[in-house]
C-alpha cells in the first residue's frame, strides 16, 4: 500500500467555517418572502373518536391563510416499513380517531405565530374518548381496548400485535438438555429522546406551476420525498427535497412526519411558503423516541463458559403506530446473532401498539437494549461459573471468516482483539478482582470495573437501497461531488471528499459538495442504517476512480508515457521519476474537451450493500442475508460509585473498535465520544417518564440530557482490520451506531463489580442503586 | 417559542416599581432577570398585562449596616453576589448557594430578589399545557393536583437555592409596596402553599435584604443535590450554619434548612436544638440527622419518591453538617 | 387577542453596528437578531433559558438572548457569533474549537464558543471547575463535551489571551 495523503488523515471538517462563525444556515434559518407559519393541533386524548372538527372559526380569523383536516387530504396511510405483511398504518392528519396524545389533528398557516395560535384555539374538536392502554404487556391482554386490529399473521391469543418476528436455528431445546448452566432473566429498557438540538422543522413553498420544493431536518431526503409525493398525491418528480445543515438527528429525523406533510399542504392550500418548527416541548411531548424493550432471555451453558442456547422473547412498546417498532423487533434478532457464537437460538419479537406516541430509529436501534441484557446476563453465567468476564467473551467471541447462520460472513472481524486489547488497556483482570475484594470499609465511594462488546450492521439494504455520486471536474482542476448523502454532523461530507481526494489527488479543500437535494444529486440511502462510509463512501470512490483513469488515459497520451508510469500528485500528473513531464489537471481538462470530444471528465459511481441478494431479509422471518459489513467493538466501563448518594459516575471509558479502516480518526474519536456521552446519559440520568400517554418532563430542564459535569474520560484503541488501497473497493466499517451499545452493559457489569447490585432495569438511578444495597426498603 | 404580548414599562428604582405596581393593581408584574418570569409567560403560566422591566436598572453594591447587618439589594445578578468580596466574607454561605444555582448564564441575568420570589414548581405545571393537561390544576385555578390527586392540596415544591441559605443566615426581608415599608424574617416572605407561596401581595416587592453579622466562630455549607450537578433544580438542598463557642467544639447555636422538600424551605428545628449546646462529633451529628429525618416529610416530587428522599435527605444533610463543622474556623 | 402596545424605537449595537429599530414589548432580543438582523447563528433550542444555544454576549457577559427582552437592550453592545471573526479571520478560540474537532452537528457551537471567549476574557487562567462552571449551561449532544474540554485546555497551553 502506497502512502496515503488525504484518507486516514486527521482532515478538519469542511463545514467547520461555516459553523464556527454562525453563517451555516440550518433549516430552521431558512426564510422565504411572504412566508407563513404553520401551527398543528394535536390531541389531548391518548384514545378517541374524533365525532366532529369545526374549522369555520379559525378560517374567518384575520390573519389565517389556510387550514387543514384529515378532510383535506388524499386520506393516504403511510409507515417507515411498507410491505405486503405491513401496510402502512398511519394517516399524516388524524382521520376519524386519535391513539395517542398529540397527535395530529388539524394544522394552520397563519401571518405570524400569534394569530395561528389563536386560530388552533379556535379550531373545534369533538372527541369521543375511549378506553386506552399504555403498558405492552397490558395490551397484550384479551380483554385490553383494541387499537388496531392484531396482525393477522400472529397466531398467539395476543392482542395489538403490530408485528411479530420468529426466527431461530439449531434446537434450543437440545442445546438446553446439553448445558450444564442455565438461567433465565427479564430486562427492561426505558424510553429515551434523541436529543437533537434543532428541532423538527420543515419549509415548504408550492409553485403555482405546481413544484413542491421543501427544505427539512432530515437525514436523508429521498425517503421524504417518496412518502411526501405518495401522500400528497404528486408525481414524484414534482416534490424536490433539499437539505440545510442540520443541528443533530441520531435516528430521529428519518421518517416522514406530519409537520413535514402538513406544511406542504399548508402551502398548497395557500399559495404561500409555509414553515412549520416543533417547539422543544412538542418534540418531548408528540414526537417519536427510541423504543423501549422488554428483552426476556433464557441461556445454556457449558462448564467452560461455552453458549449452547438461548430463547429471546423481545416485547416493544410501539406506541400507536408502527414506526420502526417491527424493525426494531427485526433487528434485536441480529443483535443476538453477531458477536457470540451461538449454536441453537429460538427467537421471538413483538412490537405491541400502545397509547403511546410511536416511535423511530434511535442511534444503535435495539442495539443498546440487546447487549444490555444480554452482556449482563453474560456475566452472570461468568459469576456463577467462577469465570473472568474477559475469558467467558474470549471463548465465544466471533472469529474472523465466520459465517453467521443467516449467511452473512464477518470477515476480518476484529472482536477478540478488541477484547484483549481493552482488558489490557485498562488492567481490567487485576482491577477486577481488586474491586470485589474491597469488602466492607468506610469508604463510601466504590469503583467497579466491567466489560461488553456489540457489533453492528454497516449498511443494510431498505429503501432507496443505493447509493450513487458523481464526481465532475471543473475548468481550473478542482472537483465537485454530488451526492444525496446528508451531513447530519458526523462529517459525511469531509469523509466523501477525503475519498474522493484520495482517487485523484485533488486536496479536500480544492472538492466542493453539492449535497442532499433530490433533484440535483444522484439518490443516496441517506445518514441512517449505518452505510455512510461504506456504501456512499464506495459510490464516491467509485466515481472518483473514473475521473482519475480519464485523466491518467490522457495524460498518457498527453506525455507519450504508459498509463502505469503516471503519478497523481496534487491536482496534477507526472512521469514517474521525471516530475519535469507533468501536465497540471486545469490543462487537461481542457485537453480533453478538445481531444475528447467535449468530455469534461464527469465520473459516476454508485454502490450497494449486498450487490447479489435483490431483497431485504424478511421482517418478520429474518431469512435473506442482512449485511455484508459488520464492524465489532469491546468497551470497558470503570465507574465509581457513590453508596451514600447512590450516584454513579462513569470515570473513564474505553472503546477498542474494529472499524475497518479509519477514513478520519478525528471524526471517528467525535463519534465515540458523544455516544459514551449518550450511553451515559440512557445509563445514569435520561428518561422520557409518561403517564397515562402523557409526558411529564417535556423539557431540557426536567429531561436530564447529560451536561459538562457529566463528561467521562473516552479513550480509544483502533483495531484496524482493513486497509485503503486507491483504486480497490474498501470495507470501512461504521463507527457512528454501534458504540453506544456495549458501553451500557459495561456500566452494568462495573456496577455489579463495585457493590454487588445487579440492575435489570435502565436506567441505573440512584434510588435503584440505593434499594440494591438495601439503604431504601 | 414566544411571549405573549404586554404592555411594557421600564422602572429604574424600586420606589418607582412600586408605584407602578400599585397603579396596575393585579395585572402588573416586576421583571428584574427574566430567567424565571419569561419562560413562565412563554409556557402561558404568567400572563400580564403590564410587565415592569427592571433589566439593568442602577443597583446598590453591598454594605455593612449601621448594626453590622450585610445589606444586599434584590436586583443584584446572582452573578454579582458570587462576585462579591463583602458578601463571601460575611456570608460565604450565600456565595456558595449562589453559585450552584442554574448555569453560568442564568446567573448572569438571575437576580437575588427573582430567585427569591420563584413559584413553586411541579412536572404537571411546569409545562404549556396546550395539548397535555389542559384541565386546571389547583395552582392553575382548577381543583385537581396531577401530582398527588388526592385532598384540595397543591403539591408544587419550592425549589429555589437561595432561600435556604437565606433561612440558616436568619436574614430579614424589607417588603415594600407604594404606601409602606416592612421588615419581616426571611420565614415570613413564604406562606408554604404550593398555589400560592409568596406572603406578597400584587403591590409588594422585596426592597433589601439583611443578612445579621455573625460574631464568633462560624462554620456553614450548602449542599445542593442534583442529578447533572448543574443547570438544573436541586432534588434537595441542606444549608447548614453551625455557630460555635469560643472553644471551637461546642455548639452554640445551629441553623439548618432543606430546600426543595415543600412548598416553603423548612427549618430543621429538633435537630438544630439537639445539636445546640453539644460537642460536634460524628454521634452528635448523626443524632442531628436522625431528629431531621423525624421533623422533615419531603414531598415527592419531579418523579422522586420520598423513600428516595429521605434517603438522600439523611445523606445531605450529614455532608452540609460535615462541610460546616470542618470550616468552623479555629485561631 | 390582547391589545397591542405599539413598537418602540430602540437604538442598539450589535458586532459594532448599530441599529435603530421598531419593536413590539414582548419581541426578545434572539427575535430580534434572528428575524429583524437576520443574524441566525444565534439559534434557538428551546426558547426557555435551559441549552444555552441563543447565548450572546452584552457587554462581554453572556446572556441568554431568548429570555432577553428587545426593549431592555436600548444602547447596549451585543456581539453575536457572527461578530467574532473579524475579516474573515477565525479568533483564536474559533481556530482551536476546529483544529480539536469540537464542533459536529455546530448547533450548539455559537453559544458554545461566546461562553468560552466570555470565560476566557474574564478569567485568564481558569481551573477545570470554572470551565465547566462556565459551561454547564450549554447542551452538546454530539461531542460529549470531550472535544470542547479539550480545545478550551489547548487555548489555555497556548498561553492565549482573548483580550486583543
Known amino acids: 500500500m502506497s502512502e496515503l495523503d488525504y484518507v486516514g488523515k486527521r482532515i478538519l471538517r469542511k463545514d467547520g467555517p461555516d459553523k464556527i462563525t454562525g453563517r451555516a444556515k440550518y433549516t430552521m434559518d431558512m426564510r422565504l418572502p411572504g412566508m407563513l407559519v404553520g401551527r398543528i393541533l394535536r390531541s389531548p386524548c391518548p384514545h378517541a373518536r374524533i365525532l366532529n372538527i369545526d374549522t369555520s372559526r379559525a378560517e374567518k380569523l384575520p390573519g389565517v391563510k389556510a387550514v387543514i383536516t384529515a378532510n383535506d387530504t388524499l386520506g393516504i396511510k403511510h409507515a417507515f416499513v411498507e410491505t405486503p405483511r405491513y401496510p402502512p398504518d398511519q394517516y399524516a392528519l388524524a382521520a376519524n380517531r386519535v391513539r395517542y396524545v398529540g397527535e395530529e389533528v388539524a394544522a394552520v398557516a397563519a401571518i405570524d405565530p400569534y394569530v395561528a395560535e389563536e386560530a388552533l384555539h379556535l379550531i373545534q374538536v369533538d372527541y369521543e374518548e375511549m378506553p386506552a392502554v399504555f403498558d405492552p404487556i397490558e395490551a397484550m391482554r384479551q380483554d385490553a381496548p383494541e387499537i388496531h386490529p392484531t396482525h393477522p399473521k400472529v397466531k398467539e391469543p395476543f392482542k395489538n400485535i403490530g408485528g411479530k418476528t420468529y426466527s431461530g436455528w439449531g434446537d434450543v431445546e437440545t442445546g438446553f438438555a446439553q448445558s450444564d448452566y442455565m438461567r433465565e432473566d427479564r430486562f427492561e429498557s426505558h424510553l429515551r429522546t434523541h436529543g437533537y438540538l434543532e428541532t423538527q422543522v420543515a419549509l415548504a413553498s408550492f409553485e403555482p406551476a405546481g413544484k413542491l420544493n421543501i427544505w427539512t431536518s432530515s437525514q436523508g431526503p429521498f425517503i421524504k420525498r417518496e412518502k411526501l409525493a405518495r401522500t400528497l398525491g404528486l408525481p414524484l418528480s414534482a416534490v424536490r427535497v433539499q437539505m440545510a445543515y442540520v443541528g443533530g438527528a441520531f435516528g430521529g429525523k428519518v421518517d416522514l412526519y406530519a409537520h413535514e406533510f402538513c406544511a406542504a399542504l399548508l402551502s398548497m392550500k395557500a399559495g404561500l411558503p409555509v414553515k412549520i418548527a416543533a417547539t422543544r416541548e412538542e418534540v418531548f411531548a408528540a414526537y417519536r423516541h427510541g423504543q423501549p424493550l422488554i428483552v426476556e432471555i433464557k441461556t445454556g451453558v457449558k462448564k467452560d463458559g461455552t453458549l449452547l442456547a438461548q430463547q429471546i422473547r423481545v416485547i416493544n412498546n410501539c406506541g400507536a403506530y408502527r414506526g420502526t417498532g417491527v424493525v426494531v423487533i427485526f433487528l434485536a434478532w441480529g443483535f443476538v446473532m453477531l458477536p457470540y457464537r451461538l449454536p441453537n437460538l429460538k427467537y421471538e419479537g413483538y412490537a405491541v401498539y400502545t397509547n403511546n406516541p410511536p416511535r423511530t430509529a434511535q442511534r444503535g436501534h435495539g442495539a443498546p437494549q440487546l447487549r444490555f441484557a444480554l452482556d449482563s446476563q453474560l456475566d452472570m453465567i461468568a459469576e456463577e461459573l467462577g469465570m473472568d468476564p474477559v475469558e467467558i467473551r474470549l471463548k465465544n467471541a466471533r472469529q474472523p471468516g465466520e459465517q453467521l447462520p443467516n449467511g452473512d460472513n464477518v470477515h476480518n472481524c476484529g472482536l477478540v482483539e478488541c477484547i484483549e486489547r481493552a482488558a489490557e488497556h485498562t488492567g481490567f483482570r487485576e482491577k477486577h478482582l481488586q474491586n470485589r475484594s474491597v469488602g466492607t470499609t468506610l469508604d463510601p465511594l466504590r469503583r467497579g470495573i466491567g466489560i461488553a462488546v456489540s457489533s453492528y450492521h454497516s449498511g443494510s439494504l431498505i429503501y432507496p437501497n443505493s447509493s450513487s455520486a458523481v464526481v465532475k471536474m471543473n475548468d481550473d482542476g478542482t472537483l465537485t461531488l454530488m451526492t444525496g448523502a446528508m451531513d447530519i454532523g458526523q462529517g459525511a461530507e469531509t469523509i466523501l471528499s477525503q475519498i474522493v481526494a484520495e482517487e485523484v489527488q485533488v486536496p479536500v479543500d480544492k472538492i466542493e459538495v453539492i449535497a442532499a437535494d433530490t433533484e440535483t444529486t444522484p439518490v443516496d440511502i441517506g445518514s441512517w442504517i449505518s452505510g455512510n462510509t461504506y456504501v456512499t463512501g464506495n459510490a464516491a470512490r467509485e466515481a472518483a476512480s473514473v475521473v482519475r483513469k480519464k485523466l491518467l488515459d490522457l495524460a498518457a497520451e498527453e506525455l507519450e508515457a504508459s498509463p502505469e508510469d503516471l503519478v497523481l500528485d496534487n491536482m496534477r500528473v507526472y512521469v514517474a521519476g521525471s516530475p519535469g513531464r507533468a501536465l497540471k489537471y486545469r490543462d487537461l481538462f481542457t485537453a480533453s474537451i478538445r481531444k475528447r470530444r467535449g468530455d469534461p471528465i464527469i465520473g459516476e459511481g454508485h454502490w450497494r450493500t449486498m450487490q447479489d441478494v435483490p431483497f431485504h431479509p424478511s421482517l418478520a422471518t429474518t431469512k435473506g442475508r442482512w449485511s455484508e459489513n459488520y464492524a465489532f467493538d469491546a468497551q470497558v466501563a470503570e465507574v465509581e460509585v457513590n453508596t451514600e448518594t447512590g450516584m454513579v459516575r462513569l470515570v473513564r471509558a474505553v472503546t477498542a473498535h474494529d472499524c475497518g479502516f479509519p477514513i478520519n480518526p478525528l471524526l471517528v474519536e467525535g463519534q465515540i465520544d458523544g455516544q459514551i456521552s449518550m450511553a451515559l446519559g440512557h445509563a445514569f440520568l435520561e428518561e422520557v417518564i409518561m403517564k397515562d400517554g402523557r409526558t411529564l418532563n417535556p423539557s431540557w430542564l426536567d429531561y436530564h440530557m447529560p451536561c459538562i459535569h457529566n463528561m467521562a474520560v473516552s479513550e480509544s484503541i483502533d483495531v484496524i482490520t482493513e486497509t485503503y488501497d486507491v483504486g480497490r473497493s474498501y470495507r470501512t466499517k461504521e463507527v457512528g451506531e454501534g458504540l453506544v451499545s456495549a458501553i451500557l452493559a459495561a456500566i452494568a457489569n462495573a456496577i455489579f463489580n463495585a457493590i454487588g447490585v445487579r440492575l435489570y432495569s435502565t436506567p441505573f438511578t440512584p434510588e435503584k442503586i440505593l434499594r440494591g444495597l438495601g439503604r431504601i426498603k | 417559542m414566544h411571549l405573549p404580548r404586554f404592555t411594557y414599562k421600564k422602572s429604574d428604582s424600586l420606589e418607582e416599581t412600586a408605584q407602578l405596581l400599585s397603579r396596575y393593581d393585579t395585572g402588573a408584574c416586576l421583571m428584574a432577570g427574566g430567567t424565571e418570569l419569561l419562560p413562565r409567560m412563554k409556557y402561558g403560566l404568567a400572563m400580564p398585562e403590564v410587565l415592569i422591566s427592571m433589566k439593568r436598572s442602577p443597583v446598590s453594591s453591598p454594605k455593612i449596616g449601621s448594626d453590622g447587618d450585610l445589606v444586599l439589594s434584590p436586583l443584584m445578578t446572582l452573578r454579582a453576589v458570587e462576585g462579591s468580596s463583602l458578601v463571601r466574607e460575611n456570608a460565604p454561605l450565600l456565595s456558595e448557594a449562589v453559585g450552584l444555582v442554574g448555569s453560568g448564564e442564568i446567573r448572569h441575568m438571575g437576580t437575588l430578589g427573582g430567585n427569591l420570589c420563584q413559584e413553586t414548581r411541579c412536572l404537571y405545571y411546569n409545562q404549556s399545557h396546550s395539548f397535555q393537561f389542559k384541565k386546571p390544576c389547583f395552582k392553575r385555578g382548577g381543583d385537581i393536583c396531577y401530582s398527588i390527586p388526592k385532598g384540595k392540596e397543591c403539591w408544587a415544591v419550592f425549589m429555589g437555592d437561595i432561600a435556604p441559605a437565606l433561612y440558616s443566615l436568619e436574614a430579614k426581608v424589607k417588603i415594600m409596596s407604594r404606601d409602606k415599608t416592612r421588615i419581616i424574617p426571611i420565614e415570613g416572605l413564604y406562606r408554604g402553599d404550593g398555589k400560592k407561596p409568596l406572603i406578597l401581595s400584587p403591590h409588594e416587592i422585596i426592597g433589601e435584604i439583611f443578612i445579621p453579622g455573625s460574631n464568633g466562630l462560624r462554620g456553614s455549607a450548602f449542599s445542593k443535590f442534583s442529578f447533572r450537578g448543574g443547570l438544573e433544580f436541586a432534588v434537595l438542598s441542606v444549608a447548614a450554619v453551625l455557630d460555635m463557642e469560643d472553644d471551637g467544639e461546642t455548639c452554640r447555636s445551629a441553623r439548618i434548612t432543606v430546600g426543595a422538600v415543600a412548598a416553603a424551605p423548612v427549618r430543621a428545628r429538633c435537630a438544630e436544638a439537639g445539636i445546640e449546646g453539644k460537642n460536634i462529633s460524628d454521634r452528635s451529628l448523626s443524632e442531628a440527622v436522625r431528629q431531621a429525618l423525624d421533623e422533615i416529610r419531603p414531598v415527592p416530587h419531579h418523579g422522586q419518591t420520598s423513600g428516595f428522599l429521605k434517603e438522600s435527605l439523611k445523606v445531605q444533610i450529614r455532608h452540609a453538617l460535615s462541610v460546616a463543622a470542618g470550616r468552623v474556623k479555629k485561631d | ?164
Not at chain 3, 418602540?8 to 448599530?18: H, R
Not at chain 3, 439559534?43 to 452584552?58: D, P
Not at chain 3, 480539536?100 to 464558543?113: D, E, H, I
Open chain 3, 1 to 164: 387577542m390582547k391589545k397591542k402596545q405599539g413598537r418602540q424605537l430602540i437604538e442598539l449595537a450589535v458586532n459594532g453596528e448599530a441599529y435603530e429599530l421598531a419593536e413590539e414589548p414582548q419581541v426578545t432580543l434572539l427575535e430580534v437578531l434572528r428575524n429583524d438582523l437576520e443574524l441566525t447563528g444565534t439559534k434557538e433550542s428551546c426558547g426557555t433559558g435551559e441549552c444555552g444555544a441563543c447565548t450572546v454576549l452584552i457587554d462581554g457577559e453572556p446572556v441568554l438572548s431568548c429570555l432577553t427582552l428587545a426593549l431592555d437592550c436600548r444602547d447596549l453592545d451585543i456581539l453575536t457569533i457572527e461578530g467574532l471573526a473579524k475579516g474573515g479571520d477565525l479568533t483564536h478560540v474559533q481556530e482551536i474549537f476546529l483544529e480539536r474537532g469540537a464542533v459536529q452537528c455546530g448547533f450548539c457551537t455559537p453559544g458554545v464558543v461566546l461562553a468560552t471567549t466570555a470565560l476566557l476574557k474574564a478569567t485568564s487562567r481558569p481551573t477545570d471547575y470554572e470551565i465547566k462552571k462556565a459551561l454547564e449551561g450549554h447542551l452538546c449532544r454530539c461531542t460529549g463535551y470531550n472535544k470542547i474540554v479539550e480545545a478550551i485546555d489547548k487555548v489555555l497551553t497556548d498561553g492565549y489571551l482573548v483580550n486583543e
